[in-house]
């Protein structure tokens, strides 16, 4: 009875080191910026955010899902406790580009409210402000 109950034991902990190793590869979302990876297009954020708003759907097959370096003047900063977000200007006060860094990172030295910026990341949509997550700064 005892080899029988720890063969079962051994067993169902194979199992759920197994399940664990399957959830950590497939389900887990990945920390990684895009820094490493090549850009597939490089636009300005005016440019970019001008072709979401002429035609989303044309601008998503484009863009969405891809690496994109994007350039264009910081209108704002923002820190959360999970992201750091950059906010490229657009053609107007109401629309821009908005690029999410994953935390840790540090951007204040390099990004300044005015400056001009590049920076690359992935394209996740058109919100009012075309979103991209992951980012990195550009050289």
Same mark, same amino acid.
Do not use: H
């Given at each position: &009875?005892?080899?029988?109950?720890?063969?079962?034991?051994? @067993?169902?902990?194979?199992?759920?080191?197994?399940?664990?190793?399957?959830? /950590? =590869?497939?389900? =887990?979302?990945? *920390?990684?910026?895009?820094?490493?990876? *090549?850009?597939?297009?490089?636009?300005?954020?005016?440019?970019? $955010?001008?072709?979401? /708003?002429?035609?989303?759907?044309?601008?998503?097959? $484009?863009?969405?899902?891809?690496?994109?370096?994007?350039?264009? /003047?910081?209108?704002?900063?923002?820190?959360?406790? %999970?992201?750091?977000?950059?906010? $490229?200007?657009? /053609?107007?006060? $109401?629309? @821009?580009? &908005? +690029?999410?860094?994953?935390?840790?990172?540090?951007?204040?030295?390099?990004?300044?409210?005015?400056?001009? %910026?590049?920076?690359? @990341?992935? +394209?996740?949509?058109?919100?009012?402000?075309?979103?991209?997550?992951? +980012? %990195? &700064?550009?050289?």
């Amino acid at each position: &009875m005892s080899r029988r109950f720890i063969f079962i034991l051994t @067993g169902i902990l194979l199992l759920i080191i197994i399940i664990f190793f399957v959830w /950590q =590869r497939l389900f =887990r979302v990945s *920390e990684t910026s895009v820094a490493s990876e *090549e850009p597939s297009v490089e636009i300005s954020g005016s440019e970019l $955010l001008n072709t979401f /708003q002429i035609n989303e759907d044309s601008a998503n097959s $484009l863009f969405l899902g891809k690496v994109i370096l994007v350039s264009g /003047q910081v209108n704002s900063i923002d820190e959360d406790s %999970a992201t750091f977000s950059v906010y $490229l200007k657009g /053609q107007d006060d $109401l629309t @821009g580009v &908005m +690029c999410i860094f994953n935390k840790p990172v540090d951007l204040t030295s390099s990004v300044k409210v005015g400056s001009e %910026a590049r920076i690359k @990341g992935l +394209c996740s949509g058109y919100l009012l402000d075309v979103i991209l997550n992951k +980012c %990195a &700064m550009a050289d």
